[in-house]
């Protein structure tokens, strides 16, 4: 007979693990797979150093629960000291401002780390990784199996909508023109520090003269260690990095652990589910009667040529994710969070943030709990 799970989630990244935990959490039996061989997705794996949309401009948090469990559980394993500023509810000397927004810095290998804690602690959760999405079957508009498992509700953290397209639930493409993908790489070894707009220059100036596609640095928590978002192609990768060992200095020894350059996706592939969150929705603070999830982070836009463009909302406000934007139009047991909700492509450019993501995976698994409860509880 098939193992029976009540909620099946797809998808380890930020959502999964919040979806993944408060749905065990909730007393239901869980199931969380992925393709990856451990739980983490961009945000543990692509080399990224900023946890984006946990606060408000004054560093509170915008949504309590899991995304502030997630905040501390990263600081715990960063082992850094907290701070005590009273005005400064973030409690965390990592969280820094990236422009007019708040950021947490971590590092990648503390996002796996806790990810792996919370989920190895928590009891009803079972994980099965290295597991591609492999089947969903449909009877009576509700999905009744998931990879040959008997399954009551399924969260499709994914990142692409992939349950929904494996169903043929109506999508929303990728606009790759205002949300391009990038390739994130580490370097290690690097005696160059990135804090000054002139000490950045000293480096991006001779690689855009010799003719290499924008790209750009971000620091690491450890000393020696930036990521570097590059638009330009995987091949091209190599000969970035040789030309930073021959002409800059203090990249002579600076070499990459990766052994594969990927474009990694900004937005992937969005659900129309039953309500479409828009653009026009974020930069008016919009608020909902059902709204599960708050985001403050302006709408980013990207170009294939590197550049960037940021849509604020007005100073102190926030706008609400409402539940109609986690749930699908025609299956009533399947339910979507972080970059796969049904938002626009506008949209999207600003609730994909993990912060953001975090807080729709806790909210998509008590939206389906609840859909179990009432089910068998009348
Ligand atoms: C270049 C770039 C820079 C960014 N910078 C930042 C930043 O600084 N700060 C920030 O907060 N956000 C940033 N983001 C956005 C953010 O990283 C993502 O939007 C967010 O991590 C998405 O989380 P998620 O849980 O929805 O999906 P993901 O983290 O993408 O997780 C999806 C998971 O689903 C799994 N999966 C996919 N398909 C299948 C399948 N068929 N079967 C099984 N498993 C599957 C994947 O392996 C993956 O682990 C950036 C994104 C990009 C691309």
Request: proline share 4%; glycine share 10%.
């Amino acid at each position: 007979m098939n193992r029976t799970f009540d909620i099946a989630v797809v998808g380890a990244g930020a959502a999964g693990i919040a979806a993944a935990v408060t749905a065990a959490r909730s007393g239901c039996a869980t199931i969380l797979l992925d393709e990856r061989s451990a739980a983490g997705g961009t945000g543990g794996f692509s080399g990224l150093t900023t946890l984006c949309g946990l606060y408000d401009e004054e560093g509170n948090f915008l949504n309590e629960g899991f995304s502030r469990e997630f905040a501390g559980a990263l600081a715990d394993h960063s082992n850094e000291t907290r701070s005590t500023a009273t005005n400064f509810q973030a409690h965390s000397l990592n969280v820094v401002k990236m422009g007019r927004v708040l950021v947490l810095r971590y590092q990648q290998e503390a996002f796996r780390a806790a990810a792996a804690d919370l989920l190895g602690s928590t009891p009803h959760l079972k994980t099965s990784w290295s597991t591609p999405l492999a089947g969903v079957d449909v009877e009576a508009s509700r999905i009744v199996r998931l990879n040959g498992f008997d399954v009551g509700a399924v969260i499709d953290c994914s990142g692409s909508a992939q349950v929904a397209g494996a169903i043929g639930e109506e999508c929303l493409k990728t606009d790759e023109t205002t949300q391009s993908p990038a390739i994130l790489f580490l370097l290690l070894n690097v005696q160059h520090s990135f804090t000054t707009p002139a000490a950045t220059a000293q480096v991006l100036l001779p690689l855009a003269r010799a003719g290499f596609p924008p790209l750009s640095f971000q620091s690491d928590l450890l000393q020696d260690r930036v990521t570097v978002k590059f638009t330009g192609r995987p091949d091209q990768v190599k000969d970035v990095i040789a030309f930073l060992q021959k002409n800059i200095s203090g990249f002579e020894n600076c070499h990459s652990p990766q052994s594969e350059f990927k474009p990694t996706q900004r937005s992937g592939r969005m659900i129309i589910g039953r309500y479409l969150l828009t653009g026009q929705d974020v930069l008016s603070a919009g608020k909902f009667p059902d709204a599960v999830a708050r985001c403050a982070w302006p709408i980013e836009q990207w170009g294939a040529d590197g550049t960037a463009s940021f849509r604020y909302l007005a100073a102190g406000t926030h706008y609400e994710i409402p539940a109609r934007s986690l749930q699908s139009r025609q299956v009533p047991n399947l339910f979507m969070a972080g970059k796969t909700i049904s938002a626009d492509t506008d949209a999207i450019g600003s609730a994909r943030v993990m912060g953001c993501c975090l807080a729709t995976g806790e909210a998509a698994a008590v939206l389906a709990a609840n859909f179990l409860d009432k089910k068998f509880h009348g």
